[in-house]
């Protein structure tokens, strides 16, 4: 099992930045690709961007230009620095690590972020 726990949200306002950490722990070795996804009050859970372990990304194109995932693998952890954020970047954060041999996903609780306008 692989545990994923996010930190970094908050209150921010238009154009203002927040970098977000999901640390995992656990049984490392189920996991290579790390992400970020939100959801909005009433709308369905999306895909903000995606890391593998030897780096590569992968954007929404909402937030590309904007947002910048990283990792740190001597950490296990993934970051997600959000730059020039919108009012509709209003959203729960959360961290998801797929299963590499096929369990289900593990997600994190979530972290709150809220750009006011």
């Known amino acids: 099992q692989v545990q994923l726990v996010e930190s970094g949200g908050g209150l921010v306002q238009h154009g203002g930045s927040l970098r977000l950490s999901c640390a995992a722990s656990g049984d490392i070795s189920r996991i290579n690709a790390m992400g970020w996804y939100r959801q909005a009050p009433g709308k369905q859970r999306e895909l903000v961007a995606t890391?593998?372990?030897?780096?590569?990304?992968r954007y929404a194109d909402s937030v590309k230009g904007r947002f910048t995932i990283s990792r740190d693998n001597t950490k296990n952890t993934v970051y997600l620095q959000m730059n020039s954020l919108k009012p509709e970047d209003t959203a729960v954060y959360y961290c998801?690590?797929?299963?590499?041999?096929?369990?289900?996903?593990?997600w994190g609780q979530g972290t709150q972020v809220t750009v006011s306008s």
């Open positions: 998801k690590a797929p299963d590499r041999y096929g369990l289900s996903d593990y």
């Open positions: 890391i593998i372990r030897r780096g590569n990304t």
